[in-house]
């Protein structure tokens, strides 16, 4: 959008139409040229900063995929380990069960074959 020069009467009187279309001409050129450079440099700008942002998420990206990978060691190693304890826990329960059925079993049919006989 060119600049739009108001310009007094007296400034075109003194200069002359000629010359104050120019200086309006020039004034609006400046105006493209500093808008065109305004503009590229943005772009610069917004170039460098998507590429260090794409740079500093990257290095976040594998810092967190590597304590990810960790913590998902230690609790896969910490739940193992905790598994396996409750597990020796539970079978031996489960053998003290067994041995109590079954000497209770024995004991009640050797007590209903001295009934019996």
């Known amino acids: 959008?060119?600049?739009t020069a108001k310009?007094?009467?007296a400034l075109y009187e003194r200069l002359g139409e000629e010359v104050t279309d120019q200086l309006v001409?020039?004034?609006?050129?400046?105006?493209?040229?500093?808008?065109s450079d305004l503009k590229?440099?943005?772009e610069l700008n917004v170039a460098r900063f998507e590429s260090m942002l794409n740079e500093r998420m990257t290095a976040l990206e594998s810092k967190l995929d590597k304590a990810?990978?960790?913590e998902l060691t230690q609790l896969r190693t910490k739940d193992l380990t905790d598994i396996r304890i409750?597990?020796?826990e539970h079978e031996g329960r489960t053998l003290r069960w067994m041995f109590a059925y079954w000497i209770t079993t024995i004991g009640a049919?050797?007590?209903?074959l001295r009934v019996w006989s």
């Not at 609006?28 to 040229?33: G, I, K, R, S």
């Not at 049919?109 to 209903?112: D, N, R, T, V």
């Open 7 to 9: 310009l007094s009467k």
């Open 40 to 42: 590229e440099l943005n």
């Open 25 to 35: 001409d020039w004034f609006n050129q400046v105006d493209a040229t500093s808008r």
């Open 68 to 70: 990810f990978r960790d």
């Open 1 to 3: 959008m060119p600049i």
């Open 86 to 88: 409750e597990l020796r």
């Open 109 to 112: 049919m050797i007590a209903l």
